[in-house]
């Protein structure tokens, strides 16, 4: 084998899985995963997709070798093949967030349209729970949460809220996150939680950053 013939190949072999990631729905699935496994059905409804499109997502990146399965009784689930799985995607926003002049615009917007929801780091986040002087809420499903949270959140499901707004005391800050940035949940719970005169803002990141950094978690 020449050295053409070797680059070809082995550049051939990386495109797999460049363009297993090139894909909105795909990525998607990916921050998904990043919060625990899943079966097909989890991530159909959590995608907005139908069982069938999911599932045909999902294989294109299990071919790629960016996801794994486990059965469990009669299902499958879907699992990140590896932690660099997670930090080539996050890689990948992060880049995109920073040169795409349109994504830092669409998160503006949105934001904004959410009447300008104030945000707090991880560090400063750490820094309040370890004073005392914030309620962490996760807002991400229940099944999610049971694999691995923040320490010391509270779990409460976003379409749960309201069910629960009595439970929240209105004399401390709520700190609400879900499953990272680009995730809506916290600020749909947010803006319930400041409707109903709470002090409610969001962690700028989500559990999987939280987690990759090393800050201290529980499942």
């Known amino acids: 084998?020449?050295?053409?013939?070797?680059?070809?190949?082995?550049?051939?072999?990386?495109?797999?899985?460049?363009?297993?990631?090139?894909?909105?729905?795909?990525?998607?699935?990916?921050?998904?995963?990043?919060?625990?496994?899943?079966?097909?059905?989890?991530?159909?409804?959590?995608?907005?997709?139908?069982?069938?499109?999911?599932?045909?997502?999902?294989?294109?990146?299990?071919?790629?070798?960016?996801?794994?399965?486990?059965?469990?009784?009669?299902?499958?689930?879907?699992?990140?093949?590896?932690?660099?799985?997670?930090?080539?995607?996050n890689a990948m926003r992060d880049l995109g967030m920073s040169q795409n002049a349109e994504v830092e615009k669409l998160i503006h917007n949105f934001r904004k349209s959410r009447h300008n929801l104030e945000s707090v780091t991880m560090d400063q986040l750490l820094e309040r729970v370890q004073g005392g002087k914030a309620l962490v809420l996760d807002v991400r499903p229940q099944s999610e949460y049971n694999e691995g949270h923040i320490s010391t959140a509270l779990s409460i499901p976003h379409d749960e809220l309201l069910q629960h707004l009595s439970s929240l005391p209105k004399n401390k800050e709520i700190v609400a996150y879900c499953r990272g940035p680009l995730c809506a949940l916290a600020d749909d719970a947010i803006k319930v939680l400041n409707e109903h005169g709470y002090r409610a803002i969001r962690l700028e990141v989500g559990y999987p950053e939280w987690s990759a950094k090393g800050f201290p978690v529980e499942n």
Do not use: C
């Not at 070809?8 to 090139?22: G, N, P, V």
């Open 1 to 89: 084998m020449n050295t053409r013939d070797f680059k070809h190949r082995i550049y051939s072999e990386l495109a797999i899985i460049s363009k297993a990631l090139s894909n909105p729905h795909r990525m998607e699935i990916i921050e998904l995963l990043a919060q625990g496994p899943g079966s097909v059905e989890h991530i159909a409804e959590n995608t907005e997709t139908s069982i069938a499109n999911a599932s045909q997502h999902l294989q294109t990146l299990k071919a790629a070798r960016l996801v794994k399965t486990e059965k469990k009784g009669k299902y499958s689930y879907y699992s990140l093949a590896d932690i660099k799985v997670y930090n080539v995607w």
